[in-house]
């Protein structure tokens, strides 16, 4: 098994030894209540020993809570997804691979955390309460109102143990609110690895322009200008799905990609429409629907593989756990560049109003993969397709998808997420 992944995903416990060990705290769960009211839920850890932990979350779905405790022991059962209330849709347990427990929480209506504090044992309760307030709100705030924290839960155990522990270890950095794979070597030398992805081709020509243009060969001339800007720039190992006026089916896109060891893969189309006035590029990540539609065709298809781990070992319970985290740190790396592309794209080429969009898009659908699709411009409108097709324009708005790679791994770390195996075209 990856090094990295056993951190990353935390699950690695024998699957006939569900129940995690105690260790220095030896911390038990005695139980988790919901108190809901109105717009208000309030979350009770009931816990024996002083928790250690730290508080995450990721945008999936309604959003997901997600608690991390460097030390917590908790029963099989625990170890299964169950209903919540109020705000919470359904919460459970998993091992973490460090000896850890971390606690997951979807919401059945998106909420912020307006308070999370430790109550200790006094008045003649004996027990620990670890309690987090929710408040109803959208996605930005929840997302906002995951405070600072420390990177990691051994500077929170080494925090703990180098004196009194606060009442509240909060999570890590605003780039890290979801937990991420170590990269495997010296961040300083190591190469990102960027797929991309040109459209359609071969017998697959694509939508059409007006003067006859096809989108199989624009997308092909801006992922060749792509490629040659990154690997000027030296930062990057650059696959090509494809070099050349080949045809590939999505399902082959995403596996090259996946195979790859992909940090991040970049699929380029021209969009089409009937009414010939409209303009404009956007960015497509994957849609709820789609997540679940991966999930499912993993499942169907017996590869329920994610950061080089075959989550069916650990049963279904618990593997979907680990697929769902998965794909919730994947969907918040694909936003994360798509929010950087449009911010670069703009005054560098016309966009759509209502740019960032979501679809369920099968070149999409790799759940360890961070992906967008650019649309880069209508190749049904006559002005869009004369810039699709000059070289100003693709230098120039290449460079922008340039940037914002840069950006975003700079940023954001961007720590290699797939199996780095065979690539493709180079």
Do not use: C
């Amino acid at each position: 098994m990856n090094l990295g992944l056993k951190i990353w995903i935390g699950l690695a416990a024998a699957a006939s030894s569900l129940a995690v060990a105690g260790g220095a705290w030896a911390e038990e769960l005695l139980g988790v209540r919901f108190g809901p009211n109105g717009d208000a839920t309030r979350v009770v850890f009931d816990i024996a020993g002083a928790p250690v932990y730290s508080i995450s979350g990721v945008e999936t779905g309604e959003g997901r809570l997600i608690i991390d405790f460097a030390d917590l022991s908790v029963g099989p059962a625990d170890l299964k997804y169950r209903p919540g209330k109020g705000h919470i849709a359904r919460y459970g347990f998993a091992a973490r691979g460090d000896g850890g427990v971390r606690a997951l929480f979807d919401f059945k209506k998106t909420a912020r955390i307006s308070k999370a504090f430790v109550l200790e044992p006094k008045d003649g309760v004996t027990k620990y309460r670890l309690v987090i307030d929710l408040q109803t709100a959208d996605k930005q705030r929840f997302i906002a109102s995951l405070p600072p924290q420390y990177p990691d839960l051994t500077a929170v155990i080494e925090q703990a143990t180098a004196g009194s522990a606060p009442d509240v270890l909060l999570p890590p950095s605003p780039s890290q609110k979801e937990v991420a794979l170590p990269p495997r070597q010296d961040p300083a030398t190591q190469k990102r690895v960027v797929v991309i992805d040109a459209g359609h081709g071969g017998a697959d020509p694509g939508a059409q322009g007006q003067s006859g243009t096809y989108e199989k060969n624009v997308t092909l001339a801006a992922a060749l200008e792509l490629a040659a800007i990154l690997k000027k720039r030296g930062n990057y190992d650059v696959v090509l799905t494809r070099n050349s006026d080949a045809k590939l089916k999505p399902d082959q896109r995403e596996t090259l990609a996946r195979n790859a060891g992909a940090n991040l893969f970049v699929s380029l189309h021209a969009d089409a429409i009937a009414a010939k006035a409209v303009r404009g590029g956007s960015v497509y990540t994957l849609s709820t629907d789609g997540t679940a539609r991966s999930a499912k065709l993993a499942k169907a298809d017996g590869n329920y593989t994610v950061y080089d781990l075959d989550v069916a070992e650990y049963g279904e319970e618990v593997g979907g756990i680990m697929f769902d985290l998965a794909q919730g740190a994947t969907h918040t790396g694909s936003s994360r560049f798509a929010e950087k592309l449009l911010e670069n794209l703009a005054g560098k080429t016309p966009l759509l109003g209502r740019s960032h969009r979501t679809g369920d898009l099968r070149v999409l659908l790799a759940p360890d993969v961070p992906a967008v699709l650019f649309e880069m411009a209508f190749i049904s409108n006559a002005k869009d397709e004369a810039n699709l097709n000059s070289t100003v324009w693709r230098k120039r708005t290449m460079k922008a998808v340039a940037d914002s790679i840069d950006q975003y791994f700079e940023e954001y770390g961007g720590q290699r997420f797939a199996e780095n195996g065979a690539g493709g075209a180079n």
